[in-house]
């Protein structure tokens, strides 16, 4: 974990246009992890949303428990099942494992889905974890805890 810098930006006050700054030198491998993270989180919540399978697929391991056809099969039913989903989600923590290969990450998240079969709109909130895994530059779904994200 990096620490942050405190930069005077001129010797004077405010009111003289000076201000001080705080800088993100040493910071550098948390705000990474995050952003990765984040990219990978936004763009399954993006395909999900948008009911787009070989989208969100691209974004799963081939290691995800029980076959990434299953998993596939699931969200085929779900997109079937409603005709809304609206996800939004706030990053609690990103913990990388020691060799950095795998992210466990907390969210808490606010999920709106519409029943097809009813046309009523179903809301629930919460906080999971999800862990992520890095294949090439990018990190990909390895495993949803329950209350899974993606049903």
């Known amino acids: 974990m990096g620490a942050a810098a405190l930069l ?3 010797c004077g006050s405010v009111e003289d246009g000076y201000q001080w700054v705080v800088s993100s030198v040493g910071i550098d491998a948390e705000s990474a992890q995050r952003a990765q993270a984040r990219k990978t989180l936004d763009a399954l919540v993006d ?3 948008s009911r787009n399978i070989m989208g969100f697929m691209k974004w799963v391991s ?12 699931q969200l085929s039913r779900s997109f079937t099942q409603y005709f809304y989903i609206e ?5 609690s923590s990103v913990v990388p494992s020691a060799d950095e290969k795998t992210l466990s990450v907390n969210i808490n998240f ?3 889905l519409g029943l097809t079969r009813t046309g009523q709109l179903l809301s629930d909130d919460g906080s ?3 862990l992520l895994q890095k294949r ?7 495993q ?3 209350p899974a994200l993606f049903k």
């Open 128 to 130: 999971t974890n999800l």
């Open 144 to 146: 949803q805890h329950a």
């Open 47 to 49: 395909a999900y949303q």
């Open 8 to 10: 005077c930006a001129g």
């Open 62 to 73: 081939p290691d995800y428990p029980f076959a990434p056809a299953l998993l596939e099969s």
């Open 87 to 91: 996800i939004m989600y706030d990053l």
């Open 136 to 142: 090439g530059n990018a990190y990909v779904l390895l």
């Open 110 to 112: 606010r999920r709106k």
